[in-house]
Structure formats: C-alpha cells, structure tokens
C-alpha cells in the first residue's frame, strides 16, 4: 500500500465535482494507523495508487472517514414562496455553485411581504453551525435576515408568524454577503436543539435567494454505559456509539485518590479498563464523543467496584435460641453487610447497613443446632464473596425427669427429650448409700435404671444433653423407692355413720400410714398417721352401707401396696311412712327409703282386729299391701330396715282406711264474678267435705263444710272464665277420692259495636272486647226483614266483614260474647249499607233567580230519601227530599251558573251525589249608551271656520282625520240565544277601504234547554281562549284591502266643543246585552273572542267593532219600524246611504259616512251590542250635548 492520493466526489459518474484530499508518497508503517486532514465536501471518497504498478493489489485493514457533518444535505425543504422555478430542494442539494443560470443551483422566492426558507433534519439535533452561500449577483437577495432554530413544522406554521417563544436565534444577518462567498454562523456558546432551521428576511416585500444552506451540528452523545467486568481493584466499561460514525471518545473516571488518568479510545474500540482502584468505592464514569474540534455533551454513570470479603467470623454469645456473632472489617470501602444464618429448616437474614457494625444476633433458633452464618460485604449495589462459619447452639435441658418403675430395690427414670438438636445424655444417680456410677445415654434413648438401691430411701437423679461440643444445663430430680405393707385390719366399733378400724405395721421402713375408706357413696378424706399410730375412725358415713378400708404405708413420696378389708355400718330407720292407696277394706303403704345402704325391709301391721302376718320386702320395693281390713279403722304400721347382717330400729305410723265419695257436682247460682256449686253426699263414712275452685291462672282459698252442708259459693271471680271446683270427702285425717266438674262464669259483653266501612253491598262491623274477663269467641248476626247472616270470629277478631247485601238497606247488628257454654248479654245497633247513586238529574224549571231539578230513583236497592245541594256564585244550599223526587233552590243569582248534586240516603249512609250544572235564565238589563270623550288638545282654527262657514263642505274629508283609541272592558258570564253575523261590512274613509269579513267559528254556549250551536268565523290569526266548557278555539285570518297609509286606524278630527278644537282620546263602550229576533238576552260579560281579537290589533278592532255597531243598528231599526215603535230620545233617522240626525238643520243633514246608517232605539229590546255609559258629545248645533239613547 504505497504512492496513493485520497480523493473525495460528490458522485461517482463522470464530470462530478471532487478535490484531492491527500496525497502519500512512500509506504505506512506495518500495522500503524495514519490520519490524514482533509477540507474536502463530497458523498463518496476514492483512494487509488499515483504510481503504475502492474498486478499490484490494494491491501487495506480499515479505512475511517471523520467528517464534520451536515445534516441538511437532502433533506425536506420549504418556502414562503417559489420564484423563477427554483424550488427550496437547490438550496440543500449539496451543489454550492452561485450561478442561477441554466436552472443553476440556487433556491428563489418571489417577493413575498416576509420572505423566508426552512429544512427539516427529521430528527432534532444539537444544532452548532450555519452556513449559507450568496449567489452571484444581486446580493440583496440575501441580506438583512436571522437563522433559527425551531420544533414548529413550517408545513404546519410559517415561520413569519411564529412567536419569539417558539424558536432559538442561531444568528443574524444586517448587511448582504458578498458576491458567491459562503458564511458560516456559530450558533453561540449555548447548545441549541431543534428539527427545524429557517431564514426568515427581517425587511418587508423581499426576495429570498439561496445557493447553498448547510447545518453542522455537534456529535451525538454515547449510548449508555454498562460495566462488563469488575472486581475489587478494576472496572471495565462499554458503551454505544451515536447514530453518526465518529473518530474516538474521551473516557473520564472520578473517585478517590486511586483514579486514574482519562482514556482516549476509538471508535471502533468503545470499552475501557481501569485498574489499581480502591475495593467497594463508588466511581463516576464519563464518555465524551470527539469529532474533530467539536465534542458531545457527556454520557455518565456511576458504579462500585467490588467490596473485599469479611474475615475472622466468631461467636461472642450463644444460648439454646440464639447465636451472636462478629468479624473483621475488610480494607476499602464498606457500606453495610449482609448476614445470613441457614440451620434447621429456616433460613435467617440481618441486614446491618453501618459500615461500623460488625457484629449480629440472632434470635429463635434452634437449641443444640448446627447453623452456618455468612456474611456479606456491601457497598453501593455491589457485594463481596460470603465469608462464612459453622457454630452450634446450646443445647436444651431435658425436662420432667420422673420414675416409671421402682421396687423396694431399683428406680427407672424417664425424661422428655428437649427441642433442638440432641447427641446423647449423661444420667448419674447419687443417694444416701452413695454414688452410683453415671450412665450414658443415646439421642434416642430417655431412660435409665439403677438396681441394687436401698427401700425406703431417697435418690437424686441427674441429666445433662449433649450437642457437638456444647452441654445443656444439668436437670435433677429426687425419687424414693417402695416401703413395706401392714396386716390384718379389724372394725373395734361401728354405728349407722362410723367405723373404727385398726392393724398391725410392716416389719421395718415405715414413715407412716394413709388410710382411706371407699363405700356406694363415694372415696372419704384419707387419714394419715404416723408410724406410731395404728388406728383410724371414720365418720359421717352412709348407714347400712358396705365400705372398703385400704391402708398404705408411707416412705418419702412412696407408699406401699394396699391391705384392705370390707365392714357394713348399721342401716338407719324408714322414714315418711305413708299409705298411697287405701280403700274401705285395704291399706297400701309406702316409705322413704333411709340413707345409705339397704337390702330389705321387714313390714308389720297391727290394728284394733288383731296383728297382720309381717311382709318382708327387698330394697327396691317399698311398699306393702294389706287386705281385709276394716273400713274406717286406724291401723300401726311398723318397718325395720335390713342391710347385710345389720338391722335399723324399728319405724311406725298409724292410719284410717278410706269412707265413701260425692256424686253429681253442679252450679245452682252463676254470674260473671261468682259460681254456687252444690253435691249428693256419699251413703256414709263422711265426716265433712273440702271444697276448692281453680282457674284464671290460679287457685282459690279452699271451703270446708261439715257432714251437714253439701253447698259452697265463691265471689271475686273472672268474668268468662273457666272454674274446676273439686269436692273430698273428709274420713278422720284422710280425704276421699276427689270428684270435679268444670264451669264457666259469664262473660262480660263486646262495646261499642259500630260500623267501620258501609258499602252498597258489604258492611265491616267492629267492636271493642270486654276490658275484662276472658272469652273463646264472638257471635255476630246481620238481621233485615228477610236475611239472617251469622258469623262466629275467634277472640283476637274484632272485625267482620258481610258481603251480598243489599245497597241501602236497614240491618239489625247483634253481637254476643262467648265463653265456654256460657254468653253474655246481646249487643245491638241498627246499620245501614250505602244506597246506590240517584239517576237521570235534570232541569225542570228555571227563572231569573231559581233552579228545579228532578232526577229518578237508583234501578236497585232502598232508601230513605234524598240529600240536595247546589254550589255556585259563592252560595252553597241543602235540601232533603223524598220520594217526590224534584227539589227547588231560590234566592239565586240571574245568569249564574250552578252545580246540583244529589245523593240517596238511607240512614247515616249516603250514595255518590249525581251532579249537574244549570244556569239561571240572564236579567234583562236596559243598556246606557256609549261614551266618547276627549281633553282639548290644541286649535285648528281652519277646521273650525271651513265647518261654522261652508255649509257644502265634504265632511268626509273631515272624518278622515279622526284619531281615537278604543279601550273595551268586556267579560262574559252566560249567554242565551244567538249573535248577529254581520258579513259584507265595509266602512270608507276618505281614501281608506278596509274589507272585514266577521264569520266567528262554531262556538257553544249553555242555556235552559241545553247548549245553543253559534257559528262564528272572525278570519284573523288563531287566538285560544277559556270560557265555562274549557277552551274554545277561535280561527281568526285578517284580510285589508287597499290601505294606503301605514296608520290607516288613527284618524284625526276636529269636532267643536264649546268653540274649543281638539283630539278625540278615549271610546270607552261595554256592551250589556244582546237581542236577536225579539229574544231578550242578556250579558254580564264579554265573549272571550271579542277580549282577545281587540287587543291584539289595537286599532283594527275599533274598526270591526264601528262595523258591527252600524250593521246591528241597521238590524235593530228594522225591527223597530216592524213594531212602529219610536225611540224615546232623538234619534240618528236612516237614510239612502245618509247618515244624519233628526234634529239637524238640513244644512247639517250631509253625508257623513257612506254606507248604510246607524238606527238607535229603545223599545225594550235590545236591537244591537248594549253599551255602558254610552254618552257621545257632539257640538250643540248638532246633537244639543245629550245622550243619543239606549243602545
């Protein structure tokens, strides 16, 4: 490998742009690296020879390249704008040639308000330089600009309105750079990382031109640090290279005073060693990149090296549950160890973490145990090899050590074996004869036996457990071997509850004696004596009773077999003779048996006829029966107890045998507190009688009558209760058979008894029980003239419910309280079911003030009459009726609407009221005229001199300056008949027409007779409304017709007043009444329609309610001329489309309003709308100020 030069393209096809690099002349060294700078740009780089050698090959061992890279060479580009064709990608292509001619290489804007270019890296980097290349003329294209450094993807946000927090300013650019130079800008002393770099022009309406933009950013940073070898003095280690290929890496350890120098390595390397450290030390690891004269921040970590092992392990303490220990510290660096003590079964662990303690207990182990402790150095996440020992735990000492066999010559002892781990025992026996020799036991065995002793004397036993090389604490115990045994007990004196006993002692060993006595009743309390003393009594015992004495002699703690013998004690008399069945001619006797033992009875009987053979009985009968006696003779009756070969003393009574009964017990006299019983006395052998009652829970004070009297009463008893009276026989000291009988007193009655739910068919009756004295039932019947129910419900009822009735009808309750065979007296009411509902209710008769209604009785079912209300206009009034049926309320209101109810009675029962509403007929009201008035508003005199001086003024011209409100207080109550429809009305004024057309939808409204069908269609909006059925709806459609002004309601007129002008400002009418076709009606109220359609169109309304006035008023004088009626005040006369008053002078008579005229009359028929003070002033000369009439 020698005379070579070094050369670096931008492509390997011909013509690509290259520089020569280096150039060699000679050979390398063998096995030697050479570097060679180089300041050359290009993608590939060739190395070939500068001399011809024929058949001569390359040999190479590695080749590294080591540039100073730059990250924007083809990556995505943008720009604000694209000019002359030149796509922001020329500025990144790796071609730095100034010359935009031919296409060229350089990147354009058009001019744009802020011009700007920007790469993607495609990752962030920690950005360290930019270079930018100016074309080759027209520098101002690159001038007066920043370069930053941005995360914000100027596809997402142009970098022109990105906010100062949103980048890094690398640099900044005032003046233009010169002519194809290229200038490089440090991005400062702070590294700066982004993914995106920009050129933004900082002046206005510029162009932004780039030939070359180049990003040199600074190596990446080493991937982490791992150690891959360590020891107590070394630490190897390793780590990965950046995404970048680079030269070498500095490699930095700190510690303590042992750290070595840093380490260049190369790349190719990546690991290092560092040898000569400090055990268990904590040291931190540093990895910077190298790249020519740029470097990566660090990579770091930190690690230990390996601590040394613990030495010289020891036991400073031990009992049979515990082990301490201690060791020496090593050198270097110690942070704490780990301690572990593996044993028996379990494994044992103790964390000491001062690196000043060396020492650890441990607790609850095992006694006489082998445990291996280890121990382990820590420091940091580092542990050093286990130092380790084996120690055994004491072990523990036996227990219980007790005597399983002895004899008067020989021990055997036995002992429990201790917890833990056990070798063997050593047992050793010493007495008062000396020591005997020690005996030595295995694990397994727990026994010993020494022979040869002495009786009677006391040893001390001894034994210690044995572990490896440790011994427990010795256990002692102290025994005594057997004594001898006494002979020939005898009793000296005995009696029903003692024995004395004696014997005679043993040959030799004697301490003393226990003697103890065991019978049917049990062990009695040992006696002890000592050895000088050979006798003892016993008291307390059970007579006629076989007891066992047993006498043991007694050395030390041990006693001697038993030497027994068995003795009766006399048996003990009878007691409580007494005869449990007798008759007129026999005795049966019984008695208690005495305490203690017995094993037969000897009975005797003896009497004023003589002696009875004696009975001999065993111990369990103890009874004797003795026929053929004498009726109503006292007898002596004598037992002796018999018990072994004892006998008791004799025990005697005497008795009488039995007379006759009574028959047939019965109640002469009862109430609810007090029952008199009589009987029939026995033929004979009564001397008198006991009498007693039980019941109520308890028994009563017994009554005794003589032979005489065979009757007995008893007060204070319990109403409805059950008595049982018992009647005896009295015969010297004995009482007959007793004869009962069972009785009932009465019971108390039920209260109030009164009806809880009355229906048309059912009734549910209750009651209140007695508040005193019992009773099993109830009786309750349900009586009409024809039916008898009957019900029977237990005592806790006090409910019943009957059923299948009949709906208003009388019934007769009665209720009886049970007890036994016995009731008490009869509770009774009258009840009624409620009657079913009246039918058919209608209206018969009606006047201004009064309602006649009628209705018919209910299909089924009785009644008593009828309950009638009527509620309406705050008035409530009630009648009663009967089979006529028909009611008839006065002193009501006209027009008024009214709810009747009636509903059937039948006693205290009522039905469900049938109701109806009714309306009273309407009070003909006479209406008062209509009222317009206005305040003086201001003159006109041209007005007033055009009417007081032309006669053959146009009035109309007049009229259409009329302005004037209508405000109209209307409400409704009731309506009869039928209102006018009035079609076709047209009103003109002046240039004004407005067409109505008033057809009011179907509308119902009640009268005597039912409801009355009006038709109405007013076609306005749709309105709703209430009136007495509910809601009405009323269809209402609005059609003008040539309106040529936008206030085409509003009017002005000039009327004269007093020689005053002015503006009309308030019509005020209330229609009263309505009449049609002679029918008088009359209204207290307006029609809902009409309240609602004049407020909501203000103005228009006055208009249609002007034109329903002049079409009724049309009507109403046709009806008067039909009548040739006249009107009581002057009057407005009818003329061919005139309109003019009768008191006018003809210059006056003109045409006012065109169309037909208005009539007004009053005949005592209403012809039209009825009005409230209706008063319409005009000037004197036209209507003398008056009132125009009754409308």
């Known amino acids: 490998m020698c005379n070579f030069e070094i050369e670096v393209l931008m492509g ?330 593996d044993g028996d079964v379990s494994a044992y662990t103790s964390e000491a973490r001062d690196e000043n303690i060396t020492k650890a207990t441990f607790n609850g182990l095992s006694a006489g145990t082998e445990y291996t402790v280890r121990v382990v150095t820590l420091s940091g996440d580092q542990q050093s090899e286990t130092a380790e020992n084996k120690f055994y735990t004491t072990p523990g000492k036996v227990e219980n050590i007790v005597a399983s066999a002895r004899s008067l010559s020989s021990l055997t002892v036995v002992w429990g074996a201790p917890s833990g781990g056990v070798n063997g025992y050593t047992v050793t026996l010493e007495g008062n004869d000396g020591a005997h020799p020690a005996e030595v036991r295995d694990e397994k065995t727990t026994k010993a036996t020494f022979n040869s002793l002495s009786a009677g004397t006391e040893y001390n036993v001894r034994v210690v457990t044995l572990s490896g090389d440790q011994q427990s604490e010795t256990t002692e115990n102290k025994f005594y071997t057997k004594p001898g045994k006494v002979e020939n007990i005898v009793v000296s004196a005995r009696s029903p509850s003692s024995l004395t006993f004696g014997w005679n002692a043993p040959s030799s060993g004697v301490k003393g004696y226990t003697v103890t006595l065991e019978g049917d009743d049990g062990a009695h309390p040992a006696e002890e004596r000592d050895n000088s003393t050979r006798t003892a009594t016993f008291n307390g015992l059970s007579a006629g009773t076989e007891y066992t004495v047993r006498v043991v002699t007694l050395s030390g703690d041990q006693q001697s077999a038993n030497v027994e013998n068995k003795f009766y004690t006399k048996p003990g008399m009878v007691e ?114 006991a009498i007693t009652l039980e019941g109520d829970g308890g028994a009563h004070p017994a009554e005794e009558r003589d032979n005489s009297t065979t009757t007995a009463t008893f007060n204070g008893l319990s109403a409805g209760t059950e008595y049982t009276v018992r009647v005896v026989t009295l015969s010297g000291d004995q009482r007959n058979e007793t004869v009962e009988n069972k009785f009932y007193t009465n019971p108390y009655p039920a209260q109030n008894l009164n009806v809880l739910v009355s229906t048309v068919s059912s009734l549910i009756l209750t009651w209140d029980a007695p508040d005193v004295g019992g009773l099993t039932k109830y009786r309750v019947t349900l009586k009409s003239d024809n039916t008898v129910k009957t019900q029977t419900p237990d005592k806790d009822t006090t409910t019943v419910v009957f059923i299948g009735l009949t709906a208003g009808t009388e019934y007769t309750a009665g209720l009886v309280t049970l007890s036994g065979d016995q009731q008490s007296a009869k509770v009774e009411d009258v009840v009624y079911t409620i009657p079913n509902t009246a039918r058919n209710l209608t209206l018969t008769n009606q006047t201004l003030d009064s309602l006649t209604v009628k209705w ?6 009785g009644l008593t009459g009828y309950n009638v209300t009527l509620a309406g206009d705050s008035t409530f009034q009630t009648q009663t009726a009967g089979n006529d049926k028909t009611v008839t309320f006065t002193g009501l209101k006209a027009g008024a609407e009214y709810i009747v109810g009636v509903a059937a009675v039948s006693g205290n029962q009522r039905s469900t009221a049938v109701e109806g509403k009714f309306y009273t007929r309407i009070t003909l009201r006479t209406p008062r005229g209509a009222c317009i008035s206005w305040n003086p508003h201001h003159h006109k005199s041209e007005y007033r001199d055009t009417l007081a001086d032309t006669s053959t003024k146009d009035y109309k011209e007049m009229a259409a300056k009329v302005e004037f409100e209508v405000r109209l207080a209307y409400s409704r109550s009731a309506v009869n008949g039928h209102i006018v429809a009035v079609t076709n009305i047209v009103f003109s004024q002046g240039s004004v027409k407005v067409d109505y057309k008033l057809e009011l939808d179907t509308v119902f409204f009640p009268n005597s007779q039912g409801s009355v069908k009006v038709d109405y269609k007013l076609e306005l909006d749709t309105v709703f409304f209430p009136n007495s059925q509910g809601s009405v709806k009323v269809d209402y459609k609005l059609e003008l017709d040539t309106v040529s002004t ?76 039909d009548r040739d009626e006249s009107p009581r005040h002057g009057r407005w006369s009818r003329g061919e489309h005139m309109l003019w008053h009768q008191d006018d002078p003809p210059q006056r008579q003109k045409t006012l309003i065109g169309g037909r005229g208005l009539g007004v009359y009053n005949d005592g028929y209403t012809r039209a709308f009825g009005c409230e003070k209706v008063i319409f002033r005009l000037t004197p000369s036209i209507c003398n100020v008056h009132t125009l009439g009754d409308i």
């Not at 050698?53 to 704008?81: H, I, M």
């Not at 070394?234 to 290929?245: K, M, T």
């Not at 109430?671 to 026995?682: D, R, Y």
């Not at 018919?856 to 079912?861: C, L, S, T």
């Open 12 to 341: 390997l096809e011909s013509g690509a742009a290259s520089k020569i690099c280096a150039n060699r002349s000679g050979c390398p060294d063998l096995s030697k690296t050479e570097t060679y700078p180089c300041d050359a740009f290009g993608r590939y780089l060739k190395i070939r020879r500068t001399s011809d050698v024929d058949n001569v090959g390359f040999q190479l061992c590695e080749v590294e390249v080591f540039a100073k890279l730059n990250v924007a060479l083809l990556r995505p580009t943008f720009q604000s704008s694209v000019g002359q064709s030149c796509g922001p990608t020329l500025a990144v292509d790796g071609n730095a040639a100034s010359s935009m001619e031919d296409g060229g290489s350089c990147s354009a804007t058009n001019t744009d308000a802020k011009s700007w270019w920007a790469v993607d890296l495609e990752v962030v980097y920690n950005i360290r330089e930019v270079s930018v290349t100016q074309r080759d003329q027209n520098v101002e294209n690159l001038a007066h600009f920043i370069v930053a450094v941005t995360d914000v993807s100027p596809s997402d946000t142009s970098p022109a309105v990105l906010g100062a927090s949103q980048y890094s300013v690398c640099a900044t650019q005032e003046n233009a750079i010169p002519v194809s130079e290229t200038k490089t800008f440090v991005c400062g002393s702070t590294d700066i990382f982004g993914r995106y770099v920009f050129i933004l022009s900082t002046g206005s309406n510029t162009k932004l031109v780039l030939c070359e933009f180049e990003v040199f950013v600074a190596p990446g940073p080493p991937g982490d640090i791992v150690v891959s070898a360590r020891s107590s003095s070394s630490l190897a280690v390793e780590w990965d290279g950046p995404s970048v290929r680079v030269k070498e890496y500095n490699v930095i350890l700190e510690g303590d005073s042992n750290a070595p120098p840093a380490q260049i390595i190369k790349d190719s390397k990546r690991r290092a060693t560092f040898n000569s450290l400090s055990a268990g030390t904590e040291y931190t690891v540093r990895v910077v990149t190298l790249g020519g004269d740029q470097q990566s921040v660090s990579s770091e970590n930190k690690f230990y090296t390996t601590p040394e092992t613990a030495e010289n392990i020891t036991v400073s303490a031990r009992s049979p549950s515990s082990l301490s220990m201690e060791w020496s510290a090593p050198s270097g660096g110690v942070k704490g160890y780990n301690i572990t003590l």
């Open 576 to 689: 409580n003779i007494v005869v449990p069945a007798r008759s007129p001619s026999s005795l049966t006797f019984g008695w208690d048996a005495p305490s203690g033992g017995v094993k037969g009875y000897t009975v005797t009987l003896e009497g004023a006829d003589g002696a009875h053979p004696a009975e001999a009985r065993v111990e369990s009968a103890r009874t004797a029966t003795f026929n053929d006696l004498s009726a109503g003779t006292e007898y002596t009756v004598r037992v002796v107890t018999l018990s072994g070969d004892q006998e008791s003393e004799t025990a005697g009574n005497k008795f009488y045998t039995k007379s006759g009964k009574v028959e047939n017990i019965v109640v002469s006299v009862r109430s609810s507190s007090s029952l008199t019983f009589g009987w029939n006395a026995p033929s004979s052998g009564a001397k008198g009688y």
């Open 856 to 861: 018919d009785a209910p299909e089924v079912g």
């Open 1046 to 1121: 936008t206030e085409a309601l509003k009017k002005e007129m000039v009327e004269y007043v007093d020689g005053h002008s002015g503006f009309v400002s308030e019509l005020q009418i209330n229609p009263n009444s309505i009449t049609y076709d002679g029918k008088r009606t009359s209204t207290n109220d307006m029609p809902p329609w009409l309240i609602v359609a004049l407020p909501v169109f203000g103005c228009l309304g006055i208009i249609v309610f002007l034109a329903l006035l002049v079409g009724l008023a049309s009507r109403r004088r046709k009806l008067r001329e």
